[in-house]
Structures are given as C-alpha cells and as structure tokens.
Nanobody
Framework: QVQLVESGGGSVQVGGSLRLSCAAS????????MAWFRQAPGKEREGVAT???????RYADSVKGRFTISQDNAKNTLDLHMDSLKPEDTAAYYC??????????????????WGQGTQVTVSS
C-alpha cells in the first residue's frame, strides 16, 4: 500500500523560506514521476514542480527561480525548498506520485497517489 505523508508546512513572512518534505512508503520515489501541487482557497489545484526518474525537473512559471524540487533517495523523500515566498504562495501543498517514467507533466489525472496536504501561509 502506497502512502505519502507531507510535512514542513507552516506560517512565514513575505520573503521567507520553507522546506516541505514528502515521505513515501510502499513506493520508491526515484523510479517514477513525482510532483508537488497546491490549492489556494477558492482556486483550482495547480502544479508547482515535477521531477522524473532521471532527475529532470519542471516548474510552474510562478515559482521558477524561487522553488527547488529534489529527492533524497536514501530517505525516500521528495522535498520542495521554497524561497522568497509571496502571499500568493499561500495554499495547501500536496505531493503526488505517478506510476510512469520519463517526461512528467502537471496533469493531475496521471498521478495515482496523493498525500493529505500541508498548509503554507505567507503573510505580509
């Protein structure tokens, strides 16, 4: 049984940093597409970043240059390091796992497994 558990969310001021982590069980993260999505109140869930089995990454335009997605293979975790946070980054953040390899997209229906989410709040 695959389980994804996010941690690291919290409240931070504008310009601050946070590091989210997603721990996986029953699943080897490094072998497949992994992604972070987020959903702000009243908005649809959107893709933030992906990483594939080769370590290739993809970012939403809104977070390029500020967020970094990475994997810790020894710990079997997926991380999202967020710098220069803005109020518009406030959302619930979810990690998601796919069963495919190769090019990873922000198509939510392609991700079979989801974590429960962790809240990030950025205040000015």
């Amino acid at each position: 049984q695959v389980q994804l558990v996010e941690s690291g969310g919290g409240s931070v001021q504008v310009g601050g940093s946070l590091r989210l982590s997603c721990a996986a069980s029953g699943y080897v993260l490094s072998r497949y597409c992994m992604a972070w999505f987020r959903q702000a109140p009243g908005k649809e869930r959107e893709g933030v970043a992906t990483i594939n089995d080769y370590g290739a990454t993809r970012y939403a335009d809104s977070v390029k240059g500020r967020f970094t997605i990475s994997q810790d293979n020894a710990k079997n975790t997926l991380d999202l390091h967020m710098d220069s946070l803005k109020p518009e980054d406030t959302a619930a953040y979810y990690c998601a796992a796919d069963s495919r390899k190769g090019t990873c997209w922000f198509r939510q229906y392609e991700y079979s497994y989801w974590g429960q989410g962790t809240q990030v709040t950025v205040s000015s």
